[in-house]
């Protein structure tokens, strides 16, 4: 019976394939992975190829803290505006500007 409610839920959305759960969970690692990554070439681009201490590892993961609370408040992160192109950019751009103030 859940297979069948599932399958309905998925039905709507333009590629039935992929799971919001997973689509989800892709998402949000992605996301990370750029914040992260973000930071590494930035302090990789004013130092040089040093090692990174242990207080820029420690702003790494508060920023990626913020990143993710932050899109998740403002709904981001929300299965029925996944596949709404304009929602969804207009989140995403609220999103960075509270993190990057």
């Not at 992975?33 to 242990?54: C, M, N, Q």
């Not at 820029?56 to 408040?73: A, C, K, P, R």
């Amino acid at each position: 019976m859940a297979s069948n409610s599932t399958a309905s839920n998925r039905a709507h959305l333009p590629n039935a394939a992929w799971s919001p759960a997973v689509l989800l969970g892709l998402i949000k690692s992605a996301d990370i992975v750029l914040v992260v990554l973000t930071a590494l070439i930035s302090y990789w681009s004013r130092h040089g190829f040093k090692e990174i201490p242990d207080y820029y590892w420690l702003g790494i993961f508060i920023s990626t803290l913020v990143t993710f609370q932050t899109f998740h408040m403002v709904g981001v992160y929300k299965v029925s505006n996944l596949y709404k192109l304009a929602t969804q950019l207009g989140k995403l751009t609220a999103g960075w500007l509270l993190v990057g103030s």
